[in-house]
């Protein structure tokens, strides 16, 4: 009797699937042994490096960049509720893919072995590390070793995941609509934006060079970098271009502030900053700072003209204008990017040196295109890990000051009030309201400003690092493992190669179930009786 290829074929990849049922890999957690089918499993890797991610479950070691893809991490020792352990060499993470690929942190994987059905038994009186209701069954074969028969626990992954990750299903079933109302979200957030910066406003980056305090109007700075410790200099040049620097594969020409003010050079530091502006003609430059500040709010009525008599000074042109701030006892002289000198010299410059080949200006020209779906981002610090928010949703970034006054009755991540030029601004810390430990106070600390519920809202950061614009292909939506993370964290950029994950915050979210608090907070402080008490 034959048998045709079409039926012979079909035979082979049904022994293949059967075959494959009966595979599984095996691996050890404190001191158990534990199975799980082949058919998952994506991979096995040594345990990675984790950003961890603020307000998931217990068991979740953090998020890792796995070939461009962020992969969770998840600590089987902490859901057995076991005594954790440092990794060690043999220490591994099993990928699985549960609908999203997750990793599993064991403490050694041992093989893969081939099981018949009855070598399979039920695991209801199985006593283990692990309760009985995240087994499918217990794999009963004799040992390597003799003596004993070895028994191998089957994990079953699913039922562990639904419990430790009680919103993942719901999410995953929900997630094409949530991601519609998200990109409707924030939409409509920008739009909200753009409505609260009105033309009564400045916006400013502000800076220092030499002790003095400079400016520039947010809408020209592209992003904030740290300087590189070697410049390629140019010759024939002003004294004050600095030279060049290569920013994402492209040429960026810096000028040094110093120079250009005619005062002395310093040797390179840490805090030094290349704040990135826009020329005329679609170029950009880096000015090359001391420091970078704060990001300003600051009213129209507070910023004067520069004097007449300066302004027709050739040397004074660059100065558009001069902030009064704290009652006239801070001066901040705003810059006028177009009016620097040697605009033209930098854009021949630039031109030049960023010229390319028909083929690669073809690339460039689609790589520029989308520029316009850039994200710009406040990327701030809470430990090691690193936080983004749109910088147009930052109102402020300002000092933490030596005194905040506390209100009665509120809770421990709200640390007070202060007064912001005459208003009431509550202060809530940022670590307690992502479930991390507090801190103590140091200089590095930050407080950023956003307008949340139409309230004016402080938040204490570690520290902010940088203003990076991050193209939306090295962006992916945030693994959601929790109801609150996923609303808070709903995005991970991908930087530097895929070596840093930065994890982008809705603003809007970042009340969430304080709002009352922080009204709360406001009202309490305005009353007379309050006020004179805190006097």
Do not use: W
Not at 110 to 127: L, M, T, Y
Not at 157 to 181: H, K, L, N, P, Y
Request: hydrophobic residues 40%.
């Amino acid at each position: 009797m034959e048998i045709s290829d079409d039926l012979a074929s079909a035979s082979a990849d049904a022994i293949d699937e059967a075959a494959q049922d009966r595979q599984f890999v095996t691996f050890s957690v404190a001191d158990e042994m534990f199975a799980v089918q082949m058919a998952p499993v994506q991979e096995i890797i040594r345990v990675p490096t984790v950003a961890r991610l603020p307000l998931a479950p217990h068991s979740l070691d953090g998020l890792a960049n796995l070939r461009g893809r962020v992969l969770p991490i998840v600590n089987l020792r902490r859901i057995f509720g076991v005594d954790a352990r440092e990794h060690d060499d043999a220490t591994r993470a099993v990928v699985i893919n549960l609908g999203q690929p997750l990793g599993f942190v064991v403490d050694h994987v041992s093989s893969v072995i081939s099981v018949e059905p009855e070598e399979i038994e039920p695991a209801h009186h199985i006593q283990s590390v692990v309760q009985s209701d995240y087994l499918t069954g217990v794999i009963k074969r004799p040992s390597p070793e003799g003596g004993k028969d070895q028994l191998l626990l089957v994990l079953d992954f699913d039922r562990v995941v639904r419990e430790q990750f009680a919103s993942i299903a719901q999410m995953q079933a929900a997630r094409g609509q949530a991601r519609i109302t998200s990109q409707s979200h924030e939409s409509a957030a920008e739009t909200s934006v753009d409505d609260k910066v009105t033309s009564d406003e400045l916006r400013l980056v502000s800076f220092t060079v030499a002790g003095q305090e400079y400016a520039i109007d947010i809408a020209e700075v592209r992003e904030i970098v740290q300087r590189p410790d070697e410049i390629s200099e140019l010759p024939n040049t002003p004294s004050h271009v600095l030279g060049l620097m290569s920013l994402r594969q492209r040429l960026l020409p810096l000028v040094g502030l110093r120079h250009l003010f005619g005062l002395p050079d310093v040797d390179h530091d840490e805090r030094h900053r290349i704040v990135v502006v826009s020329l005329p003609d679609g170029g950009q430059m880096g000015l090359v700072t001391d420091t970078v500040k704060e990001v300003l709010s600051v009213p129209r009525t507070q910023a004067d003209d520069m004097p007449s008599l300066l302004s027709h000074d050739p040397g004074m042109k660059e100065f558009s204008a001069i902030c009064r701030l704290d009652d006239g006892k801070r001066l901040v002289s705003i810059i006028a990017t177009q009016h620097l000198p040697g605009l033209s010299h930098l854009s021949e410059l630039v031109n030049h040196d960023n010229a390319h080949t028909p083929e690669e200006t073809e690339t460039m020209s689609t790589t520029q295109a989308g520029n316009d779906d850039d994200t710009q981002v406040v990327i701030f610090r809470l430990g090691t890990e690193e936080y983004g928010v749109p910088i147009m949703s930052v109102q402020e970034i300002v000092r933490v000051p030596e005194v905040l006054t506390r209100v009665p009755r509120t809770p421990s991540y709200a640390e007070g009030v202060i007064n912001l030029r005459g208003t009431v601004l509550p202060v809530i810390d940022q670590r307690t309201r992502l479930g991390l430990p507090k801190s103590e106070r140091n200089d590095r600390q930050r407080i950023m400003v956003y307008t949340l519920g139409g309230l004016r809202t402080g938040f204490i950061v570690d520290s902010v690092a940088e203003v990076l614009r991050i193209s939306k292909n090295n962006i992916e939506h945030a693994p959601e493992l929790s109801h609150e993370q996923a609303k808070l964290i709903t995005r991970v950029a991908k930087l530097e190669g895929d070596k840093r994950l930065v994890m982008l915050i809705d603003p809007d979210q970042l009340l969430g179930s304080i709002d009352s608090t922080v009204q709360d907070m406001v009202s309490h402080h305005a009353e007379p009786e309050t006020m004179a008490m805190a006097a």
